[in-house]
């Protein structure tokens, strides 16, 4: 079993939709709790980046994450077009080593 | 003014050659990372250096070879490449304090025939 579990997808939404992106995961030292969103051919970029649980709203996007049920959710209202892109989800423990978990990303297609 | 920039985007060689790939960043972050995305999309981290040292180093053939000359710059060697070195390589950079904070290139598409 993988630390961090992520739905590949496609997931495939219509314009205007809201949509959930999950991942769950079994190390619970995990303190950090990011997403990133990765368009075709470029690199992962940071969206949405939080601190042990809770809500983190940011325009269209929140993060959610549940330590106790070690499981964090990203939410996109009103969904575009331009939204279409895989999202990590990524994990730290925190302290030294520098080192990111990631999930194997969720594929997003929003159609007009 | 491109923030983290590496080349070459493509590379395609035969097996058993000797490859390099360059990464620069202009955002005056400490330190540096290579990460490997497979064809699942599974980005796994293989190095970190912080300010030309390093401090991960994960389960990777030695046939990989980072080299730091200085902080800006963090470059990837790779002896004898194999089929399943075929993946996109991504370099990255974090700011003093904020590993989680990545800041990626666009990667190099590594075709090994």
């Known amino acids: 079993q993988k630390e961090v579990e992520q739905d590949p997808g496609p997931l495939s939404v219509p314009e205007g939709a809201i949509v959930s992106l999950n991942c769950t995961y079994s190390?619970?030292?995990?303190?950090?709790f990011m997403w990133y969103r990765q368009y075709s051919r470029k690199g992962p970029e940071l969206l949405m980046y939080?601190?042990?649980?809770g809500n983190k709203e940011d325009g269209r996007f929140t993060a959610q994450v549940d330590k106790s049920s070690k499981y964090i959710s990203l939410f996109i209202r009103d969904s575009q077009p331009s939204d279409s892109a895989t999202y990590l989800c990524a994990m730290h423990a925190g302290g030294g080593g520098n080192k990111l978990t990631f999930g194997t990303g969720t594929q997003l297609k929003v159609e007009l | 003014d491109t923030a983290v920039s590496q080349t070459p985007k493509y590379l395609v060689t035969q097996m058993g050659n000797d490859k390099s790939i360059k990464c620069e960043q202009n955002?005056?972050?400490?330190?540096m990372y290579w990460y490997k995305q497979d064809s699942k999309k599974f980005l796994k981290i293989m190095f970190s250096?912080?300010?030309?040292?390093?401090?991960i180093n994960e389960t990777v053939p030695n046939r990989f070879s980072p080299k730091s000359p200085d902080k800006a710059h963090l470059n990837l060697h790779i002896n004898s490449l194999e089929l399943g070195d075929s993946a996109v390589y991504f370099c990255?950079?974090?700011?003093?304090?904020?590993?989680?904070?990545?800041?990626f290139g666009s990667g190099t598409q590594l075709s090994v025939l």
């Open positions: 955002l005056g972050h400490d330190t």
């Open positions: 250096y912080n300010n030309k040292e390093l401090i």
């Open positions: 990255a950079s974090s700011p003093p304090g904020l590993s989680e904070k990545l800041f």
């Open positions: 190390n619970s030292a995990f303190q950090y």
């Open positions: 939080t601190y042990s649980s």
